[in-house]
């Protein structure tokens, strides 16, 4: 088994899920900037 291949993989799979997790969190940013400038006035 090649150890530094799959340390490289796992190096590779963390950006991606810290990705993933980013753009997730700036979805959810711009939603609720929206859902705060558009909401019903109280």
Not at 4 to 25: H, N, P, R, T, W
């Amino acid at each position: 088994m090649n150890t530094a291949l799959i340390m490289a993989c796992l190096g590779i799979m963390l950006k991606g899920m810290v990705g993933i997790f980013a753009v997730i969190i700036a979805i959810w940013g711009l939603v609720a900037l929206l859902n705060k400038m558009t909401g019903e006035k109280k």
